[in-house]
C-alpha cells in the first residue's frame, strides 16, 4: 500500500470514529493531544487499525508513536509499504 | 416521611419518540407492532415483533458517552432527556444537586452476543473493542446515564424481569419518601432485537398472528394466542414534594403506594393469589380503597395463562368497584423491563389529558375479562388516581398507585 493510500485511510477513520477535525491531523501535531486520547480510545484504535489494515498493534507500540508522521510510518513499516 | 412526586416524563418507544407523538397513538389505538423477517430466517417461531428504530446519536453525544451505549442505552438517554426538559432541570442544576438514577434493565443480549462472535472470529479480546464492557453489563442504563448527566446521588439497576421498571420507580419512591435523596431519574429500558428475544421465543409464548400484526396482541381477547415482543424506554423524574415546589416545577403526579409480592412457586406460571397481595399492599400504602381508582393499567401481555390470572385478581381486589382497566400492550406488545415506567408515563398522559386509552383487539373478552369493566375503545374519562401492574418470571409482582395533585 502506497504511503499516500495510508494517509488517506487512516485520515477517514480518524475523522469517522474519533470526530476529530481533519485539518488539525498534521504530520507533526501529536496523536494523543489531537485525538484527545484516553486508554480507553486506544483500545478503539487497536480495533480500527485491524479493521483497516489487518494487523494488530500491540499497546505497548503506541509508547514509540508521538506524532501522525510516526503513526503513518509506523503503519507503513507493519503493511510493508511503498512510500511515494 | 416526604411526600414523591413525578415531575418529568420521557419516552421512546413502538408508539412514538416523544410525549405528543405517544398521546396521540394512545388515544387513537395504534399499534406498533411489525414483522421483522429476519428472525424466521435465524429460526424464530414468531417474526413479530414492536418496531423501534435505532435512534442516531452521532452530534447529540460525543463518542466517548455513545460508544459504551447499547441500542435500549440509547433510547433510554432519548427518553431521559425529554423527562429532564420537561421537569425543568437542566445541566447546571444536575451538577449543583445530589441527584441519583435507578433504572429497570434486566438484559443486554446483543452486545453480549457481539462481543463473543468478534471474539471468535478475530481470536483476540483486544479487537472487541473498549465499549463492549460498559454496553453488556445489565447496570449499563444507570452507569452510562449517571455518567452522561454528570449524576452524584444514588446509581444502581434494578433487575425484576417484566417488573424491572415498576420497581425502579417503586425504590425510587421509597429513597426520597425516607429523605435520603430529594431527586432520581426512575424508569426502564429493554432492547427489542433479535439477540434478546430467542430464548423467548423457544418458550412458544409469542403470538404468531403474523398475517395481522397489529391484530396479534390481544390482551384479554379469548382468542389471543400469546405477547408479542417490544421495547424502548421511559423515564420519570422522581422528586419530592418540597424539592419541587421550591423549584417552581410542575408536578405531572404524586407517588402514593407502592405495592409487591413474590408468588413463591413456579418459574414462569403466575398466580392469582400473589397479584392480589401486591395490590392489596399497594391500595394499604396508600391509604385508599379500591373505590378510589379511576383507572388501572393492567399487566396482561395476551397470554392466556397470565391474562387469565390477572383478571382473577383483578375481580378479587376491584370486581365490586367496577373500575375502568386496560392494557396499552395491545398496542406496544410487551415492553418487558421498560413496561412498568412505560405504564406509568401511559397512565399519566391519560391522567393529563382526560382519557383511557383503549385496550385494543379486545373483541371477545373471554370468561375472566367478561366480569371486568374494560375499556376495548379510547373512553372519555376524568382520572384522579390510576394503579398500575407489572408482573415478571420469578413470581416477581408490582403495584403503584399514582394521584393528581390538585
Known amino acids: ?84 | 416521611m416526604n411526600r414523591v412526586v413525578i415531575t418529568g416524563m420521557g419516552i421512546y418507544s413502538c408508539l412514538g419518540y416523544n410525549l405528543d407523538d405517544v398521546k396521540n397513538s394512545l388515544y387513537t389505538g395504534k399499534s406498533g407492532i411489525g414483522l421483522e423477517p429476519i428472525r424466521k430466517e435465524l429460526g424464530f417461531r414468531s417474526a413479530l415483533t414492536a418496531l423501534v428504530e435505532k435512534p442516531i446519536l452521532k452530534g447529540l453525544l460525543p463518542r466517548r458517552q455513545r460508544v459504551g451505549l447499547p441500542v435500549h442505552g440509547e433510547y433510554a438517554y432519548l427518553s431521559t432527556v425529554e423527562a429532564l426538559k420537561k421537569a425543568g432541570v437542566d445541566q447546571d442544576w444536575l451538577n449543583a444537586n445530589e441527584v441519583g438514577i435507578i433504572f429497570g434493565n434486566d438484559s443486554c443480549a446483543e452486545p453480549t452476543i457481539r462481543s463473543v462472535d468478534t471474539l471468535r472470529e478475530k481470536g483476540d479480546t483486544a479487537l472487541i473493542g473498549s465499549g463492549a464492557v460498559f454496553q453488556a453489563m445489565n447496570s449499563t442504563v444507570s452507569m452510562n446515564l449517571s455518567t452522561i448527566f454528570q449524576l452524584t446521588g444514588i446509581n444502581y439497576t434494578v433487575s425484576a424481569a417484566c417488573a424491572s421498571g415498576s420497581h425502579a420507580i417503586g425504590m425510587g419512591y421509597h429513597m426520597i419518601k425516607s429523605g435520603m435523596q430529594d431527586m432520581i431519574v426512575c424508569g426502564g429500558a429493554q432492547e427489542v432485537n433479535y439477540h434478546s428475544m430467542g430464548s423467548f421465543d423457544a418458550l412458544q409464548a409469542f403470538s404468531i398472528r403474523e398475517d395481522a400484526p397489529t391484530k396479534a396482541s390481544r390482551p384479554f381477547d379469548r382468542d389471543r394466542d400469546g405477547l408479542i415482543p417490544s421495547g424502548g424506554a421511559a423515564t420519570v423524574v422522581l422528586e419530592s414534594y418540597d424539592s419541587a415546589v421550591k423549584r417552581g416545577a410542575n408536578i405531572l403526579g404524586e407517588v402514593v403506594g407502592y405495592g409487591f409480592s413474590s408468588n413463591g412457586g413456579h418459574i414462569s406460571q403466575p398466580t392469582v393469589e400473589g397479584p392480589v397481595r401486591s395490590l392489596e399492599k399497594c391500595l394499604k400504602d396508600a391509604g385508599l380503597l379500591a373505590k378510589d381508582i379511576d383507572y388501572i393499567s393492567a399487566h396482561a401481555t395476551s397470554t392466556p395463562v397470565g391474562d387469565m390470572c390477572e383478571a382473577k385478581a383483578l375481580y378479587e381486589v376491584f370486581g365490586e368497584a367496577k373500575t375502568l382497566i386496560s392494557s396499552t400492550k395491545g398496542m406496544t406488545g410487551h415492553e418487558c423491563w421498560m413496561a412498568g415506567a412505560s405504564e406509568i408515563v401511559y397512565s399519566l398522559l391519560m391522567m393529563h389529558n382526560d382519557f383511557v386509552a383503549p385496550n385494543i383487539n379486545l373483541e371477545n373478552p373471554d370468561e375472566d375479562a367478561a366480569k371486568l369493566n374494560i375499556a376495548a375503545s379510547t373512553k372519555e374519562h376524568k382520572i384522579d388516581t390510576f394503579l398500575s401492574n407489572s408482573f415478571g418470571f420469578g413470581g416477581t409482582n408490582s403495584s403503584l398507585i399514582i394521584k393528581k395533585v390538585q
Open chain 1, 1 to 84: 500500500m502506497e504511503l499516500n493510500k495510508i494517509i488517506e485511510v487512516t485520515k477517514g477513520f480518524l475523522v469517522e470514529e474519533f470526530e476529530v477535525d481533519e485539518e488539525l491531523i498534521l504530520p507533526d501535531a501529536n496523536l494523543k493531544e489531537t485525538l484527545d486520547l484516553d486508554s480507553l480510545d486506544y483500545v478503539d484504535l487497536v480495533v480500527v487499525i485491524e479493521q483497516n489494515f489487518g494487523f494488530k498493534v500491540q499497546q505497548e507500540d503506541f509508547t514509540d508513536i508521538h506524532t501522525f508522521q510516526d503513526f503513518y510510518a509506523y503503519i507503513e513499516g507493519k503493511v510493508g509499504a511503498t512510500a511515494k
